[in-house]
């Protein structure tokens, strides 16, 4: 089993040019979240869905947009990207949101570089 | 304001030694709180979940405690081994269901 597979594993992209980062998840789980990790600040959540069909702003969602079409996808797109969007990406899925065994099953990141 | 606070500086031990890593919580009411493994360029990875009202947890050689009053989980590796050498994050759920991470322990373990 795959598990989460994120895409591209890394990028440089030059200021003002858009993104879309992959995600997609063969758990068949019902939530996905995007995360990124910046040194000393952990893990911060950008967007997430709770189920196919919806999404929510999480922690520092500016700039960033997610859609939700299917069960398996979760693309997260730069409109516009500004340096400070230089950070680790990391997608993630859990079977529920909000239940007690709310485990996180994270993909291997998608290292992204603004200039 | 609310924040999960973990140690920032780098916890280097001996092999064999009992390593215990300390996450710190304050306005936070976490229903649970769960504990991650990190490596260098990967993704977390679940280790252990603990509720509010379970005292302690144990899987192999970790055991995880969780003081409600003290607001506060420890995190033990028992009989360490290099191979335990990795970046150990805290997290717990808010009361809007969002998971919120520390920003995570760096363990080295010395051969």
């Known amino acids: 089993t795959a598990g989460i597979t994120q895409a591209p594993t890394s990028q440089i992209l030059a200021a003002g040019r858009s993104m879309t980062l992959r995600c997609t998840q063969d758990m068949r789980h019902n939530a996905m979240y995007w995360y990124r990790q910046d040194l000393g600040l952990g893990l911060r959540l950008i967007h997430y869905s709770n189920t196919a069909g919806t999404t929510g702003k999480g922690e520092v969602p500016d700039g960033y947009s997610v859609s939700r079409a299917n069960t398996d996808d979760f693309p997260l797109t730069l409109a516009s990207a500004v340096p400070s969007q230089t950070s680790v990406y990391f997608c993630a899925s859990s079977p529920q949101r909000g239940m007690t065994y709310n485990e996180q099953f994270f993909g291997p990141g998608t290292r992204l570089t603004v200039l | 304001s609310q924040k999960i606070e973990q140690n920032s500086e780098a916890l280097n031990i001996q092999e064999g030694k009992t390593a215990t890593l300390t996450c710190n919580y304050t306005?936070?009411?976490?229903?649970?709180l769960q504990w991650y493994r990190q490596d260098p360029g990967r993704g977390p990875v679940f280790l252990l979940l603990i509720r509010e009202n379970e005292k302690e947890k144990r899987k192999e050689r970790l055991k995880v405690t969780f003081d409600t009053t003290l607001k506060q989980s420890l995190f033990h590796i028992t009989a360490s081994q290099p191979a335990d050498s990795a970046t150990y994050l805290c997290?717990?759920?808010?009361?809007?269901?969002?998971?919120?991470f520390g920003s995570g322990t760096r363990l080295l373990v010395r051969p």
């Open positions: 997290a717990l759920e808010d009361s809007s269901y969002k998971l919120i």
């Open positions: 306005n936070y009411s976490p229903a649970y």
